[in-house]
């Protein structure tokens, strides 16, 4: 067993092709596309890496690769923290000694760039994909969310690594009508402080992505672990699911016209990946346009209101109007996630909504010298 660096285009293709052998027996894994795996990777062609700077490493058992794994620092994360973090994502491992190796190269690598804690996997932030699944093994994941054979968290662990905290995911009924809890506080909300509630203008696309931006940072920077993203990431994460946007999908709450709120449901796109099983070409690309527009499943990736805002009333009625939408869309269900383990507000309101939990998520730490 050793464990090398990523060094040429050539390892990085090998570092990316891993993964598709792994998990090429696993019903429920959603191949994603090798070149959007390789911009993600790419310096330049992701603005994560204009504040942060990654190592990525192989693991060989002779020749063969039986690992992987990538390690990262990121200068954002340690100032709006406060700690030095490094933290390791992209990991897959044939075999407990592969983990045991891959993870040390993770550790030595962070240890020299000065951090204090190892932490994962975060692939690269918890703005990414993050978490490691530990419950949740009979399904397909939603969009942007992981999946992992079920061995990892003991081999994980057995290296040295200890939970440092757990990620649900939700699956809700959408309601024929919004439940009358819903209806009465978001109509309290809209009269005590004149919210209006509208969908997204996608012929004002940039304009309505510039409301997103006033909202996302400032709604989530309490959450532990969260990484304000930057302006760049925005656009570029923006880019990426645009073609999947469903405007009505969109809300956002104002008062006089400025945002104070905004939800945003993105159909399944792992629908259409999962029939494309990875590649393109020659029919891949025909599935995956035929498919978009059938797909009757979606992800709550985000409902953020601003500090002054929350306990308004103002999450009830962005909840209320993406109900209507989704159900005027035909969707039954919804996948609402991930949630911190300890944000017991909103698990309330969704286990009121008659939501079950889907599947556990878990990131891992080592305290480092």
Not at 25 to 51: C, I, M, Q
Not at 97 to 126: C, D, H, I, Y
Not at 151 to 166: M, Q, S, V
């Amino acid at each position: 067993m050793e464990v090398v660096p990523v060094q040429t285009a050539k390892d990085l293709d090998r570092f990316i092709r891993y993964v598709y052998d792994r998990y090429r027996n696993e019903p429920h894994w959603v191949p994603p596309l090798p070149s959007d795996e390789k911009a993600r990777l790419t310096p330049g062609k992701n603005p994560y890496f204009e504040h942060a700077e990654a190592a990525y490493f192989l693991a060989l058992e002779g020749g063969r690769v039986v690992g992987r794994i990538a390690a990262t620092v990121d200068r954002n994360h340690d100032a709006f923290q406060g700690e030095r973090q490094a933290a390791f994502g992209f990991f897959e491992a044939d075999s407990p000694a592969a983990t045991a190796a891959l993870l040390a190269a993770a550790e030595e690598w962070g240890r020299a760039k000065g951090a204090q804690v190892l932490r994962g996997p975060l692939s690269f932030t918890t703005n990414d994909e993050c978490g490691l699944l530990i419950e949740g093994f009979d399904h397909r994941p939603m969009l942007l969310m992981p999946y992992n054979v079920r061995e990892y968290a003991a081999w994980i662990e057995a290296a040295g690594l200890a939970k440092a905290k757990d990620l649900y995911e939700w699956r809700v009924p959408v309601p024929e009508t919004p439940q009358p809890v819903f209806q009465r506080i978001a109509s309290m909300a809209k009269k005590r402080d004149r919210i209006t509630v509208r969908p997204l203008e996608m012929k004002k696309f940039n304009e309505e992505l510039g409301r997103v931006k006033t909202v996302y940072n400032a709604a989530w920077e309490r959450n532990w672990g969260f990484v304000p993203m930057t302006d760049a990431e925005i656009d570029h994460m923006a880019s990426q699911l645009k073609p999947a946007v469903v405007p009505d999908l969109v809300q956002f709450a104002e008062v006089d016209g400025a945002p104070v709120g905004f939800g945003l449901i993105l159909p399944d796109v792992n629908v259409a990946l999962a029939k494309v099983k990875g590649k393109l070409f020659p029919f891949g690309i025909v599935k995956l346009l035929w498919t978009l527009p059938r797909i009757k499943e979606g992800r709550l990736l985000a409902l953020g209101v601003l500090g002054e805002y929350q306990r308004r009333g103002v999450g009830a009625l962005l909840v209320e109007a993406l109900m209507r939408a989704t159900r005027r869309r035909g969707y039954a269900m919804t996948e609402v996630g991930w949630t911190l383990e300890d944000n017991d507000s909103v698990h309330q309101l969704i286990l009121g909504s008659g939501g079950t939990r889907s599947a556990v998520y878990r990131i891992y730490e080592k305290r480092l010298a």
